[in-house]
């Protein structure tokens, strides 16, 4: 199987099969992100993929669900992905799922009708979709590509096409003093789109990335921990959904919970009291640094 460079998926599908149709983010221009910096972008040839394909029928013969890399595949033309699914629907007729990373710009620049023949016929869906923060100015400020008003306008064609759909946020996107506004304006995205699952990581600062520079240059106050955990319990309490999987459990979380929502709500937000009731004040009062994946 080829794989260029590093390839990231989420941790939900470590066990799904992984094919690369891209390599790198045809974006690689968001502020805190270094994971494809050094990875030029490039479109898979669709001999190479079947290439693979073949290969990998060899090793599991009865797969239902498949991850495409790399980090915004839903970037290709909904012609290419046509193609892309032919190929594996042609070496794995069981697949039941084609998975991808996809920013909210791929899918602006699908039609509708393009959005649902994918879902109807071509087996793609529950897509990962990095919103990472429900406050307008941090989203611009993070240089996405995209608005607030975007995302509300791409998620909702993305459901009715018919699409599950699963978001990526992070904590401390706001900085200093904005975590329980970011988690108000968060929750109210969350609320209105209704993922089928949130994954909640925490803002990191990597080697190379504008944002690291901010913090260096004082333009960006990054959040304590205190804060941030403040800020995931209040988005906690905020999300009223119907039945909603929510993983905040990244390993650089301070606290990790992961459950459902509503029904564990109340086991959510005692976990985070407890930890911070038993943490140091000076662990509360410090930035962590995370600056690896
Ligand atoms: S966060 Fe996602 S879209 Fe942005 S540069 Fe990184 S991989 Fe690309």
């Known amino acids: 199987m080829k794989f260029t460079g590093i390839t990231y998926r989420p941790p939900p599908e470590a066990n799904t099969l992984l094919l690369q149709v891209t390599a790198g983010c045809a974006h690689n221009n968001c502020t805190y992100c270094s994971m494809y910096t050094d990875v030029k972008f490039k479109v898979e040839k669709l001999e190479q993929i079947e290439k693979d394909l073949q290969e990998a029928q060899k090793l599991y013969k009865s797969e239902t669900r498949i991850f495409l890399v790399n980090g915004d595949a ?4 909904a012609k290419k992905l046509r193609k892309i699914s032919d190929l594996i629907l ?7 799922t084609i998975t991808m990373y996809s920013s909210i710009r791929n899918i602006m620049t699908k039609t509708d009708e393009e959005l649902k023949d994918l879902r109807d016929n071509y087996r793609i869906n529950d897509l990962w979709v990095g919103v990472e923060t429900g406050d307008a100015d941090v989203l611009k400020s993070f240089n ?3 608005t607030m008003d975007d995302t509300y306008t791409q998620l909702k064609r993305l459901k009715t ?17 904005k975590g329980i506004e970011v988690a108000q304006k968060t929750a109210e995205l969350i609320n209105k789109t209704k993922p089928k699952m949130v994954r909640e990581t ?21 959040a304590t921990e205190l804060e941030i955990l403040e800020e995931q319990k209040k988005l906690i309490e905020l999300i009223n959904v119907e039945d909603t999987h929510f993983a905040s459990n990244h390993y650089i979380n301070a606290v990790s919970v992961n459950g459902f929502l ?3 709500k109340e086991n959510m937000l005692n976990s985070i009291n407890s930890f911070i009731n038993n943490a140091d004040t000076s662990f509360l009062n410090s930035v962590a640094a995370r600056q690896s994946l």
């Open 144 to 146: 996405k590509g995209y």
């Open 262 to 264: 509503p029904i564990q």
């Open 202 to 222: 925490t803002l990191g600062f990597f080697d190379g990335t504008q944002l690291q520079e901010d913090v260096k240059n004082g333009k960006f106050l990054p």
């Open 90 to 96: 042609k070496y794995f007729p069981m697949m039941e």
């Open 161 to 177: 096409a018919g699409f599950d759909y699963n978001c990526k946020l992070m904590l401390g996107t706001g900085g200093r003093g």
């Open 74 to 77: 839903f970037v290709l033309s």
